[in-house]
């Protein structure tokens, strides 16, 4: 099977059975949904919905979140990984937010990666699920299953994965495909225990050959 084949394939099999593929982060707004990604980095998405509705009440902007005590943001927080560094880097993308995008989020992968704790991969989060960009935001779920599927070739690290991804999804369903691979990492080709025996893909899968 080609490459061009197993894309298509790919496109048609998760177009019919999982067509509303979306984040599974609870957000309102572009700003909540920034602060819910920083939050989720080698966290769960589970978790950090059960720590972000406290957070969003209590700093609904920017510039609320600004003028943070660390202590305040840490205590909302503190269930989470990483609850030390992610405090800071909320308060300080937030100082960030004000003082340089007029409390905006920026829709560009330049400005968004100059946030703390927003690296290459959150700001492609960002620009794809708020602004419905072509991007394609490549975590550990999408790294490993695209390397398992075989559709990136010799991609050793996420920027390889993402280029080759965006080279051959089509671009209108790049917004698709991130939480298509994404959420098939997720629930069904697990880091150890794949379920390949429950995978509707697995007859294109090299991993398992």
């Known amino acids: 099977m080609t490459l061009v ?15 509303n593929a979306a984040s599974e982060l609870d957000f309102s707004n572009p700003y909540e949904l920034l602060l819910a990604v ?18 969003f009440a209590k700093y609904p902007t920017p510039s609320e ?11 909302l ?29 920026p829709d560009n992968l330049e400005d968004l990666t100059t946030l703390p704790g927003v690296g290459r991969k ?4 960002i620009l794809s699920v708020v602004f419905n ?9 999408v790294f490993r299953v695209a390397n398992r599927l075989g559709i990136v070739q010799d991609a050793t690290t996420p920027l390889e994965v993402e ?9 209108h369903l790049l917004v698709s495909a991130h939480h298509w691979l994404i959420l ?19 007859n294109i899968c090299n991993w398992i050959k």
């Open 163 to 171: 280029k080759q991804l965006v080279q051959h999804f089509p671009e």
């Open 5 to 19: 084949e197993k894309y298509k394939l790919l496109v048609d099999y998760f177009s019919e059975y999982n067509p």
């Open 77 to 105: 927080i503190k269930s989470v990984s990483y609850p030390n560094n992610k405090t800071k880097h909320l308060i300080g993308l937030a100082q960030k937010l004000v003082d340089d995008f007029n409390g905006a989020v």
């Open 133 to 141: 960009k072509p991007a394609m935001a490549v975590d550990t779920h």
């Open 38 to 55: 920083v939050l989720s980095a080698q966290c769960t998405d589970k978790r950090v919905n059960m720590v972000t509705p406290a957070l």
């Open 65 to 75: 979140l600004s003028n943070a005590s660390y202590g305040d943001v840490y205590k």
């Open 184 to 202: 098939h990492g997720r629930y069904v080709c697990l880091a150890r225990a794949p379920k390949c025996a429950a995978c509707g893909i697995s």
């Open 122 to 125: 959150t700001a492609n989060v």
